[in-house]
Antibody, heavy 117, light 112 residues
Framework: EVQLVESGGGLVQPGGSLRLSCSTSGFTFSRYWMAWVRKAPGKGLEWVANIGREEGEKFYVDSVKGRFTISRDDAKNSLYLQMTSLRDDDTAVYYC??????????WGQGTLVTVSS | DVVMTQSPLSLPVTLGQPASISCRSSQSLVYSDGNTYLNWFQQRPGHSPRRLIYQISKRDSGVPDRFSGSGWDTDFTLEISRVEAEDVGIYYCMQGSNWPYTFGQGTKLEIK
């Protein structure tokens, strides 16, 4: 059974940093592109970043470029999102997702990030 | 960025009746490999999003056959043949043909 479990969310002040983790199981992690997708309160879904196999390629939505870094550790079957210079509008539930042909077929349960003073 | 526009944004439906959601993209979603990466997701209250349909019309494993997708190029539709109580939630179209991947605003389906 494919499982994705996010952790690392919490309350952080504007300008602060946070590192999200996603632990996976039930599939060969190294063979898949992975992604982070977020949902802000009262808003729709936003695809934040993709990472290719062996960290070959990384893509970011413009709103997080230069502030967020996606990475992976294939030995630990884990995905990460390092977030810096956090802003109020980064407040959201962050989902880890397995990428499948321009989409995602499995999602985690999400971790809540709240940016507030 | 490709803008995905859904309609309606609110969809009250009687149990057992059909429902339809439209999604239009601001540019063609036909990718260079000939495929069209248009997907439909369902998000039930308190749950993570779940993909229902990928590449316009392919149903994911475990998705009831009352859900179907159709369309071409820039115009797409999700249809539910007979709405059940468990279908309540928000439905999103999403394109994966162009970076950044983008979602529609969401359509809230509720039971009348």
């Amino acid at each position: 059974e494919v499982q994705l479990v996010e952790s690392g969310g919490g309350l952080v002040q504007p300008g602060g940093s946070l590192r999200l983790s996603c632990s996976t199981s039930g599939f060969t992690f190294s063979r898949y592109w992975m992604a982070w997708v977020r949902k802000a309160p009262g808003k729709g879904l936003e695809w934040v970043a993709n990472i290719g196999r062996e960290e070959g390629e990384k893509f970011y939505v413009d709103s997080v470029k230069g502030r967020f870094t996606i990475s992976r550790d294939d030995a630990k079957n884990s995905l990460y999102l390092q977030m810096t210079s956090l802003r109020d509008d980064d407040t959201a539930v962050y989902y880890c997702a397995r990428v499948d042909w321009g989409s995602s077929d499995f999602w985690g349960q999400g971790t809540l990030v709240t940016v507030s003073s | 960025d490709v803008v995905m526009t859904q309609s309606p944004l609110s969809l009250p439906v009687t149990l057992g009746q059909p429902a339809s959601i439209s999604c239009r993209s601001s540019q063609s979603l036909v990718y260079s490999d000939g495929n069209t990466y248009l997907n439909w997701f369902q998000q039930r209250p308190g749950h993570s999003p779940r993909r229902l349909i990928y590449q316009i019309s392919k149903r994911d494993s475990g998705v009831p056959d009352r859900f179907s997708g159709s369309g071409w190029d820039t115009d797409f539709t999700l249809e539910i043949s007979r709405v059940e109580a468990e279908d309540v939630g928000i439905y999103y179209c999403m394109q994966g043909s162009n970076w950044p991947y983008t979602f529609g605003q969401g359509t809230k389906l509720e039971i009348k």
